[in-house]
Nanobody, 127 residues
Framework: QVQLVESGGGLVQAGGSLRLSCAVS????????MGWFRQAPGKEREFVAV???????YYVGPVSGRFTISRDNAKNTVDLQMSSLKPEDTAIYSC?????????????????????WGQGTQVTVSS
């Protein structure tokens, strides 16, 4: 059974940084494309970033240049380094693993293409 556990969320002031981590157990981590999604109160879940099995990365527009996704296949972890945080980044952040492979980045923008999900970690950015 594949399990994903996020860590690293918390409260930070606007302009600050946080690093989220997602540890994956079970399955074949190196074959998965790993994504981060977020959901703010009263809003739909939103794609944030993905790093595919070839380590190519894609970001949603509002976080591009501020967030960096990375993976460590030896440790079965995927991280999301978040900088220059804004109050609108406040949300529950969840990592997800996709078994399907696509060379088209937008394939990973849909949560429906992911097979496994973590429980999420809260990120709150105060103004």
């Amino acid at each position: 059974q594949v399990q994903l556990v996020e860590s690293g969320g918390g409260l930070v002031q606007a302009g600050g940084s946080l690093r989220l981590s997602c540890a994956v157990s079970g399955g074949t981590f190196g074959e998965y494309s790993m994504g981060w999604f977020r959901q703010a109160p009263g809003k739909e879940r939103e794609f944030v970033a993905v790093i595919n099995w070839r380590a190519s990365t894609y970001y949603v527009g509002p976080v591009s240049g501020r967030f960096t996704i990375s993976r460590d296949n030896a440790k079965n972890t995927v991280d999301l380094q978040m900088s220059s945080l804004k109050p609108e980044d406040t949300a529950i952040y969840s990592c997800a693993a996709a078994r399907g492979k696509s060379y088209i980045g937008s394939y990973y923008y849909s949560g429906g293409h992911y097979d496994y999900w973590g429980q999420g970690t809260q990120v709150t950015v105060s103004s």
